[in-house]
């Protein structure tokens, strides 16, 4: 009986032991949940605050809560989902002087680094290519669990003219703003 005991107390020590050293499977979140994300955008036209975004977009993230700084993200926008002002203005932004859509349907973000800042906030380094050309971008981001989901809302400033955005008298900044602040609002599903 004594070996039962003493057996059973190594055995037990053993499995508390194990709940401490082994770490517990976090959630793991790469789905996009496209129906409720966002990719949008405000720029100065003419004076006026201009709203818009995108409404299809794709990709892959690879996220886990425990292990931030190995995150993955690849987002691809299809640029003819370009939507702000009228049906004119749209047209004019999938034209050659703007987007291009013809020679470059999509543009693209593919992360490089991330960085925990703590209290569930990230900044996010890597390249984002418009028109063919890639530049790096850094943006901050703040994310937060919601039971199989996960909700991030992140946020930089692109400057339209380093990608070739607006040539000719789209050009002057006086009539568009070179700094475009844009937002991304992306959820995503548990595997």
């Not at 496209?34 to 100065?44: L, N, Q, R, Y």
């Not at 999938?94 to 680094?113: I, L, Q």
């Amino acid at each position: 009986m004594k070996k039962f005991f003493t057996g059973f107390a190594v055995f037990s020590t053993t499995l508390f032991l194990c709940g401490f050293i082994l770490p517990a499977q976090a959630t793991e979140f790469h789905s996009i949940d496209v129906a409720k994300s966002k990719i949008t955008f405000t720029t100065k036209l003419m004076g006026s605050n201009l709203n818009g975004g995108f409404s299809r977009f794709s990709g892959k993230v690879d996220f886990n809560p425990e292990q931030a700084e190995k995150a993955k993200a690849n987002l691809v926008i299809e640029i003819a989902s370009f939507n702000a002002g009228g049906d004119d203005l749209q047209e004019e932004a999938r034209g050659k002087d703007w987007f291009n859509t013809k020679s470059f349907p999509s543009a693209n973000f593919v992360s490089d680094s991330v960085k925990n800042l703590g209290n569930n906030r990230l900044e996010i380094a890597g390249k984002l290519t418009i028109k063919g050309k890639a530049m790096p971008l850094t943006m901050s981001a703040s994310y937060q669990v919601q039971g199989k989901k996960i909700v991030f809302d992140s946020s930089f400033q692109l400057l339209r003219l380093d990608y070739g955005l607006g040539a000719g008298n789209w050009a002057d900044t006086s009539a568009v703003a070179n700094e475009v602040p844009v937002k991304v609002h992306l959820v995503l599903n548990s595997n």
